[in-house]
């Protein structure tokens, strides 16, 4: 049997707390040892002290426990050694005497600044402090009431959880499916701003998709909401990977899931594999992107398409691809993104090897077609990489518009098929372009080799500093203002990519597991190139010595000549006779390629996090001035911020400490009006989630 009390708070390791309304009570390893009655404040503060003086806990647990600082325990210490009980006892709080600024003192202050005497000379003449004058001036002296309102009940700075040791026995023995979040009221908790959050991410449907797709686990402690809710509370702090738990205090995490600790690493590796080994991730990756297609249909207008390159540095052999940003050929493995006209994140797959976004545009519209329904037509926009005119026909063809930059050698528009445009952004930003647009047709060839022509606009921007044209292609038929600057909203993308690198851990690789490769697909014949350069390094030896020779060639070499012109030929003709291509299995019978279901569960983590910021980052812009430079880093400040919670009838009511500075915190405080319409429940509990900022 547990010694300590049911619903006490832990001192030390000897020592627990129970208070309640009647009073309190404190146990020495299991028994009790002092206590006090409910309002007797020398009794509580006796018995913090004989803590510390019999040695049974520190001046710090004590403070932590009792709710006070450790100088003020030290403080009560000293008292307790000099005056006994006496000592103990609160002495009166305030002013000892009456207040200077009496009614007819503040009416001469306010006859002296209206005459335009400085603040100096008046508090010199009254004889009051300058603060008293400036307090005369801003406001009236109320009279003091006879009594003041009795206080509301405080929180106790940093609480921690009560523990949850019976239910995570429970839990091994198979009887509890999931521990049941609860709220731990304390005033100060750390990371407790996280839960700004949590509208957001309802509204992304990440918690009740995933049960839905991965179903209800087996009987443990941590259920897949405590998972999946501490992969998103660690991503907000900074800590994307699930080693980078182990660098955060799992009560301050626990808290946020209403529980007594957040599972340790180890915990979340287990079960992230478990989940795994569902094969399941694409099934949630689809659901994800369907609620999101469904919320946003606005921005589902456009679809912004790319490929990201993961490199690889285990000791796998691995298929190597291009990493643009390192310049150079290496093991990776190529996600295909695709997001909306925000740049959101809308899902994501593994591109199977050899990976080419020109390859992946069918099933880019395969899929999104299974998402906007057969009576939409919406723009697939990306870059170079995925060039190809024939891609583009079979694009139209199967209802999309296409929005791409030109590739290739381009003739220069004359000056004058420019003509300004002006308008705004969706934000309300002004735009000016000079813009041309003209028809054109591109010829390319089909898979027979005949000559074809893809017919389609040229919309053409000129940089009127540089003299730069930059020729974008599409076959939407809008303005020209329009296509140009959605063709330049694909840097929101890219954008994208480069804020979940730097604080989503986007090229983490999860896991290092590997299955086998498609032994069927063809790859480059490794034995093509070297033969065929041998055959070219003979033919040009061959070149320099008969260039050498007299011509005709005497008649002594005559026969080396031809054993030489043979011996070439049979070179050239093998290097031909090998085949460009080689089915995989037969070079490589044992290759193999990284398993992504695990990383595919972070990555949908990943995005509907960042989704969910992205929300709260819009719903921000109208109350700062500098949202557009500085509104993640707000939000990032106000995520990682301490915040009291209380449970106040229904409700659970998070108030978030003051920002760095005080346009911040205003920002914050409307912030946290626009998320209280949203009545969000906090996750497994009836507690309608209320926001507030504390005052400075």
Known sequence: MPLRPAGSVRVSDAADLVENGEGGAVFLWGMAAWCWDAG?????????????????????????????????VQRWCARWRSDGTDGLAPGPKG???????????????????????????????????????SRALSATVAPAPARPAAPPPSLVPLARPEPREEERQAARRGELAEAPPVVCEGASLPLAGALLVLPALEATGLLSLSEQVFGKARAAFYGLRSLVLSMVFAMLVGEPRAEGVTRLDPTDVGRLLGLDRAPEVKTLRRRLEALARQRRSGALMLALARRHVERSEK??????????????????????????????????????????????????????????????????????????????RPTICFDRGGWSPAAFAGLEA??????????????????????????????????????????????????RRRRRYFACRQVTRLDPESGHQTHVVTTRDDAPLTVAHAMFSRWRQEN??????????????????????????????????????????????????????????????????????????GLTAAARALPARRRLGDLHPDAEVHDGERKRI????????????????????????????????LLREALRSPADLQVVGGELHVRVNALSAPRRSRALAALCRDLDETATLYPGTGYVLRFSVKEP
């Open 398 to 447: 199967a209802g999309f518009d296409v929005l791409t930059y030109r590739k290739g050698p381009v003739v220069p528009e004359p000056r004058s098929a420019f003509s300004e445009h002006v308008g705004t952004d969706e934000a309300g930003r002004p735009l000016s372009y000079l813009l041309g647009d003209r028809r054109v047709r591109i010829a390319y060839r089909d898979g």
């Open 40 to 72: 007797d404040v020398v009794g509580r503060r006796l018995s913090a002290v004989q803590l510390v003086e019999t040695g049974a806990a520190t001046q710090v647990e004590v403070g932590m426990a009792f709710g006070a600082s450790e100088p003020t």
């Open 496 to 569: 994208f990519f480069r804020y979940l690198l730097a604080h989503y851990g986007l090229d983490a690789l999860d896991s290092y597991a590997l299955v086998p490769d498609n032994l069927d697909r063809s790859v480059p014949n490794p034995e093509k190139k070297p033969a065929a350069a041998e055959a070219a390094e003979a033919r040009r030896r061959l070149a320099e010595i008969e260039a050498r020779l007299a011509d005709p060639v005497p008649e002594e070499l005559e026969e080396a000549h031809a054993e030489a012109v043979e011996y070439v030929a």
């Open 95 to 133: 002013p000892t005497g009456p207040s200077k600024l009496t009614e007819d003192r503040v009416a001469g202050i306010r006859a002296l600044r209206a005459q335009g005497a400085s603040m100096e000379a008046i508090a010199t003449a009254v004889g009051v402090s300058r603060d008293s004058v």
């Open 299 to 376: 921005a589902s207008g456009i679809f912004y398409v790319d490929g990201h390159v993961r490199a690889y540095h285990g000791g796998a052999e691995l298929p190597k691809a291009h990493v643009t940003r390192m310049r150079l050929s290496m093991p990776a493995g190529v996600d295909t993104w695709v997001a909306d006209a925000f740049g959101d994140g809308v899902l994501c797959w593994t591109a199977p090897p050899p990976a080419g976004l020109v390859g992946e545009l069918a099933r880019v519209a395969e899929t999104v077609r299974g998402l906007v329904g057969p009576e939409r």
């Open 602 to 633: 972070h990555d949908a983590v990943r995005m509907a996090t960042y989704n969910a910021e992205s929300a709260l980052v819009r719903l921000l812009a109208p109350h700062y001035a500098r949202a557009e430079d500085e509104a993640r880093s």
